[in-house]
């Protein structure tokens, strides 16, 4: 299990309410480890580090079931912090490669459900951003270091970052902070400064 300082934890010693609907990792770095199918899929109020979850376990659970889990969680325990992790882009991708129909087609039912919840979550107060951990090669991959494994769109709604496009790449190691900076919460030790085109006000070293 995670011992490092994280998202999570931090958001629940500055008691506000995280949750997420994710693959079952989440539970076994954040809570429970190993997993445990029959009691783990569902946790409501834990007191743990994750406070509210629901944790699939299946590759092929679908990607629209994900996002109404979070929007459960959402609607049930009004989380400042919802964390949501889709498994089928990248299951598709492994067995089809990023050049197959498949892929696109499991790209796009996601970006038809964002569609959906989005202008929901906006209307409810929400700041969201949207991106992914790695890309895919055409061959099913995504372990190294080409462009197309390790370039991933990073998108932000919030009126805390100026709105308009950004050609600068971003490294991964300033998602949790920028996510600390939307929450208006003091980053973890470990975690590198924020530095990101298009921050309104830099936040405080206190
Ligand atoms: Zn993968």
Not at 34 to 40: G, M, S, V
Not at 47 to 70: C, E, Q, R, T, W
Not at 79 to 106: C, R
Request: proline share 4%.
């Amino acid at each position: 299990m995670s011992q490092t300082e994280n998202i999570f934890s931090l958001v629940k010693k500055n008691n506000l309410v995280n949750a997420t609907a994710s693959y079952y990792w989440l539970s076994e770095l954040y809570n429970n480890l190993p997993f445990d199918k029959q009691n783990d899929r569902i946790q409501l109020n834990t007191g743990k580090m994750i406070a509210n979850g629901i944790f699939y376990y299946k590759d092929d659970y679908p990607d629209s079931h994900v996002l109404d889990d979070a929007n459960f969680l959402l609607n049930y325990s009004n989380p400042e912090f919802l964390y949501i992790h889709t498994m089928n882009i990248d299951d598709n991708g492994h067995k089809h490669g990023s050049d197959s129909l498949t892929y696109h087609a499991k790209v796009l039912a996601v970006d038809s459900y964002l569609a959906d919840y989005l202008p929901q979550w906006l209307e409810q107060g929400y700041q969201i951003i949207i991106t992914a951990d790695h890309g895919m090669d055409f061959r099913g991959n995504h372990g190294g270091t080409t462009a197309d494994v390790r370039e991933v769109p990073l998108y932000i709604f919030s009126n805390k970052v100026d709105k308009r496009k950004y050609s600068t790449p971003v490294s991964q190691l300033m998602i949790a902070p920028l996510v600390c900076y939307l929450l208006d919460i003091k980053p973890g030790e470990k975690m590198k400064r924020l530095e990101l085109e298009g921050i309104k006000n830099t936040s405080e070293d206190d």
